[in-house]
């Protein structure tokens, strides 16, 4: 399995059969995918409209949580359940396109790096001006503290290697703070323009005070994680070049950096 789309939704019932539509429209041809719904709890008919459609859809997978745990152990919960070697994130509430994730996938096929994180950046966000105040002033101290030169980390599309996630901390709210996780281990960040669209159907789950000082508060969490961070360099004994050499080259040692 080459792609996993894994959304995380709660009481979002309105918006599977059309957002299924379009990933479907957008993936079939492109890759070998399938979709990983997380539902986080809901108390709606989420849950049964996803068994509705997997009846026609062998690739449309259901992760359920019992109760609701947050946006960050929902995508834990995907990531872990998915098959494939990629995954791309979307938001359930059909503001980001899927119609964007080819342009991601052949990105990331072309730069063939294996510690790549190519996050969503909503050019023209279709939100309220509350909405969009408060996730600026979050940003901007967010850049500052952090540099992890990423103008929008709360873009729901993201693309990036399964291993790569798997490798980085958990905590709650982590999916905030995923462009300066990833630069931690190592790996590389690109922020690439993509579509948002207007909610259409449902409610948000968010406020915009509480979406604000959250993250400010985990905000110093992540920067004390940075500062702590460490990539031993690891020795590597050439086994295999032994066979071929006289002990005294095969006893040779060459360093590689972890991956």
């Not at 960040?189 to 993250?215: A, C, E, M, Q």
């Not at 690891?234 to 040692?253: F, H, M, N, T």
Request: charged share 25%.
């Amino acid at each position: 399995m080459d792609l996993s789309v894994v959304i995380p939704v709660r009481n979002e019932a309105e918006n599977i059969a059309p957002l299924v539509a379009e990933i479907t429209q957008a993936l079939d041809g492109v890759a070998d995918y399938e979709i990983v719904y997380v539902d986080d709890g809901s108390d709606d008919g989420t849950a049964a409209e996803i068994k509705v459609l997997q009846r026609g859809r062998p690739q449309l997978r259901l992760v359920r949580h019992a109760a609701s745990c947050g946006q960050s152990a929902a995508i834990r919960s995907g990531v872990k359940a998915a098959s494939g070697i990629w995954i791309a994130t979307l938001d359930g509430d059909g503001q980001n396109d899927p119609a964007d994730i080819p342009a991601l996938w052949r990105i990331a096929g072309e730069s063939g790096d294996g510690r790549l994180l190519l996050a969503g950046q909503r050019a023209r966000r279709q939100d309220s001006w509350a909405k969009r105040r408060a996730s600026r002033i979050a940003n901007g101290v967010r850049r500052r503290i952090l540099h992890d030169d990423t103008p929008d980390t709360g873009c729901g599309l993201k693309l990036f290697p399964r291993a790569l996630f798997l490798d980085l901390p958990y905590f709650d709210h982590m999916h905030r703070f995923l462009p300066a996780l990833v630069l931690r281990e190592g790996g590389i960040v690109r922020s690439i323009p993509v579509n948002h669209r207007p909610r259409r159907r449902g409610t948000s789950k968010y406020g915009v005070l509480d979406r604000l000082w959250v993250g400010i508060v985990d905000l110093f969490g992540v920067l004390w994680l940075r500062r702590r961070a460490s990539r031993p360099q690891l020795v590597v004994e050439a086994a295999a070049e032994a066979v071929a050499r006289p002990p005294r080259q095969a006893a040779r040692l060459r360093v590689g950096s972890v991956s």
